[in-house]
């Protein structure tokens, strides 16, 4: 898949504006973040053919910290037989029980860029885009850090019973200084789930966002959040890009 995207950001984004908003709340919404014609062609790419792993956590002993992530796509998936994919999705509900865990499917952008796959594709331009100057100035000015290098991304697309249990982005030695949400969701209802949800101390939900289209979400990644589950009547998928603003030295390459 071939495609021409001419990304930037919509010139009537004001990064001034939403930078007062950020110091006070920690939390921006940026409406209209690209022009529209440019929105419904991302929205395409990610409703277009991605090859989508579907991501979760399972105990590992083997593994560093006693876990390992597994990233199947639909060909693993149809080769493990639906009796045991079962068996595995049983153990990721057990521990999202437990309030640990995640489900949904991705397609991690930067790890594709970096190893070459699906060479051609209309989602690498993204990615390049995420770690242009004029997409990290934007967020340095939004957040008030300059020392912003880059940004991590991945798009996800959450299916009925997808879900990410309460959690902080801190990183391994605090070099994630916001989350950032780019949403491609026209049509949500409130009841459908997949919410963004930040929590207090009390596990209260003091904020809820619905997935919505053309906006930019910038907030706090260290204050709790989570994404509630998408109901099983849920109408559409919730596509999303995702990712976080970091400050430790960039790789090699574009991003």
Excluded at 26 to 43: G, H, R, S, T, Y
Excluded at 222 to 239: E, K, L, M, Q, W
């Amino acid at each position: 898949m071939t495609q021409t995207l001419e990304l930037r950001l919509n010139p009537a984004a004001d990064p001034e504006r939403w930078a007062q908003a950020y110091a006070r709340d920690k939390l921006v919404q940026i409406p209209d973040i690209f022009e529209p014609e440019l929105a419904d062609e991302i929205e395409a790419v990610l409703r277009g053919a991605l090859n989508w792993r579907l991501v979760f956590a399972e105990a590992d002993p083997s593994a560093p910290g006693g876990e390992s992530v597994a990233r199947l796509t639909q060909a693993d998936i149809a080769q493990m037989g639906r009796e045991a994919f079962s068996a595995r999705l049983a153990r990721v509900m057990e521990r999202a029980r437990d309030n640990y865990g995640y489900l949904y499917n991705a397609y991690p952008m930067i790890e594709a860029y970096t190893s070459g796959w699906d060479a051609g594709h209309p989602i690498h331009a993204l990615t390049e885009f995420l770690n242009s100057p004029d997409f990290l100035d934007f967020g340095r000015r939004v957040i008030g850090v300059d020392a912003i290098t880059k940004a991590d991304a991945q798009a996800t697309f959450y299916a009925r019973g997808n879900f990410l249990t309460r959690h902080v982005d801190e990183g391994h030695d605090n070099e994630r200084r916001a989350a950032y949400t780019l949403g491609f969701t026209k049509r949500w209802e409130p009841d459908w789930g997949g919410l963004l949800m930040l929590l207090d101390g009390n596990k209260d939900i003091e904020r809820a966002f619905l997935p919505r289209f053309n906006v930019l979400s910038i907030f706090d990644g260290r204050r709790i959040h989570s994404v509630s589950a998408v109901s099983p009547f849920a109408g559409d998928g919730r596509f999303q890009i995702t990712g976080w603003l970091r400050d430790d030295p960039p790789a090699g390459g574009a991003a």
